[in-house]
């Protein structure tokens, strides 16, 4: 397998595990980091979906209710929008 594969995989567990023992704030951060490094990070809805459970108040508005999910994915078109049209050197 790949070595990036490993990598992402690696991220995608530490994010995971950030849910329990960080703060919201913290794992927030490095979900825009874990978008901004990966190629089409679609783990982010997860860790929104995620987020929404743990921290979440029930409303009777949909905005307020998945507020997380909804940043997570206006992250991700952000990035996909960063990503087509800035150049990143390696």
């Known amino acids: 397998m790949d070595n990036s594969i490993y990598k992402r995989a690696a991220a995608l567990v530490f994010l995971m595990v950030s849910l329990f023992l960080f703060s919201w704030w913290i794992t927030v951060s490095l979900g825009i980091c874990f978008v901004l490094f990966f190629k089409s990070p679609y783990e982010v809805f997860a860790l929104g979906i995620f987020l929404d459970g743990l921290y979440g108040t ?20 952000v990035s996909m929008w960063i990503k087509e049209h800035l150049i990143f050197r390696s």
């Open 58 to 77: 029930e409303q009777s508005s949909f905005l307020y209710t998945h507020l997380f999910f909804l940043g997570s994915a206006l992250a991700f078109v």
